[in-house]
């Protein structure tokens, strides 16, 4: 099969079109024909700049969350059969640790992910365990489940668990045209929120409002405080939710929390080291909470808005395999508005 091999860091060009031997499946794995994986700033870009510090096995076929179609099962495999629709979840559980020894298998201590720790979807084919797998419905295509299934339950699991977000409570998603803010902005809607959406140009407010969103602040233009504050009457907003770490940006986002208010985050792309008025934060109650990661219940219920066309992704541009190396330039120069995937199986 054709995988793009990354053999040492460094630019896009060190991705490698090679020819390379068909995956076999271990007897709890399948094999997935890959007809759409995304391409991401951290788990893609940085891992393929100097390995982000994750300690990515060399050399690597990059690529996180393949969706494609089942072509072969190991023996011991009987969820899935041949055929079938799928999307694949990063995390390979270790099974070894206490967590995955006590149940919590979300809570791993060394999970493999899929991309990084071993190869994964920048290739005609990839083998995962079939505990990865999770069906796609019919209505959503491989680039639009691949995208789904990268963002939608972590912004899902921030909105919920983390942020305990309530029907009518008011939301500035950050970075709102991004990949997880427009999963964010769309998932707070449907759960019943009013929702604010930030971004950083007038087009990209414009895409967050497309999706749903009831107003729109481009905070590189306007003051971003001040523009909440009005449009809430004064009283900001519940839940700020952010990605961006911004050291500019993060203050502004967080002052626009009203009495109780909850900002989450998962994303550090801005810088990541910001500065934290510790004193409004205790006087008016607030709580800043971090969190990576879903369950497999945030997965469930975002495929569910899915099927019913309440979660449709922005995706930018869809290319072949062999143009990794500008799919990774593209995201890198932010020069897409709306993800960048690509295509192993069908790319020709
Ligand atoms: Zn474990």
């Known amino acids: 099969m054709r995988a793009m091999v990354l053999e040492r860091f460094g630019p896009p060009e060190v991705m490698q079109l090679r020819e390379v031997p068909d995956p076999v499946p271990e007897a709890d794995e399948v094999v997935v024909k890959v007809h759409a994986v995304t391409v991401n700033r951290t788990l893609d870009v940085r891992v393929r700049q100097d390995g982000d510090g994750r300690q990515p096995i060399l050399p690597l076929v990059l690529g996180v969350d393949p969706a494609g179609e089942v072509v072969a099962r190991g023996p011991k495999v009987s969820s899935v059969q041949v055929g079938d629709r799928v999307a694949v979840l990063s995390p390979i559980r270790c099974g070894r640790c206490a967590a995955c020894q006590s149940g919590r298998a979300a809570d791993c201590a060394a999970p493999v992910h899929l991309g990084v720790h071993r190869w994964g979807g920048y290739a005609e ?58 999963m964010g ?27 749903g969103a009831e107003f729109g602040v481009d905070y590189r233009h306007q003051d971003l405080v001040q523009a909440v504050l009005e449009i809430t009457d004064g009283r900001g907003v519940d839940v700020v939710f952010e990605n961006i770490g911004d050291p500019e940006l993060f203050p502004k986002a967080f002052a626009t929390l009203a009495h109780a208010g909850r900002l989450v985050t998962a994303g550090a792309h801005g810088g990541g080291v910001v500065a934290l008025d510790v004193r409004r934060l205790y006087q008016r109650r607030l709580r800043v909470i971090g969190g990576a ?56």
Do not use: C
């Open 125 to 182: 084919y990839v083998a995962v365990p079939a505990a990865n797998l999770v069906p796609i419905p019919d209505s959503l295509s491989f680039a639009a489940a691949s995208v789904v299934v990268r963002h939608a339950p972590t912004a899902h699991h921030l909105l919920t668990h983390k942020a305990a977000l309530r029907p009518g409570e008011w939301v500035l998603v950050m970075g709102a045209a991004g990949g997880l803010g427009h």
């Open 293 to 348: 990661g879903s369950e497999r219940s945030d997965l469930e219920a975002v495929l569910a808005m899915a099927e019913k066309g309440q979660l449709r992704p922005l995706i930018g541009r869809m290319l072949p395999l062999q143009e990794a190396a500008l799919a990774h330039r593209l995201v890198e120069e932010n020069r897409v508005l709306g993800k960048v995937v690509l295509s192993p199986a069908t790319g020709g």
């Open 185 to 211: 902005v769309q998932v707070a809607r449907n759960l019943g929120a009013r929702v604010i959406a930030g971004a950083g140009s007038a087009e990209r407010v414009a895409a967050a409002m497309a999706a």
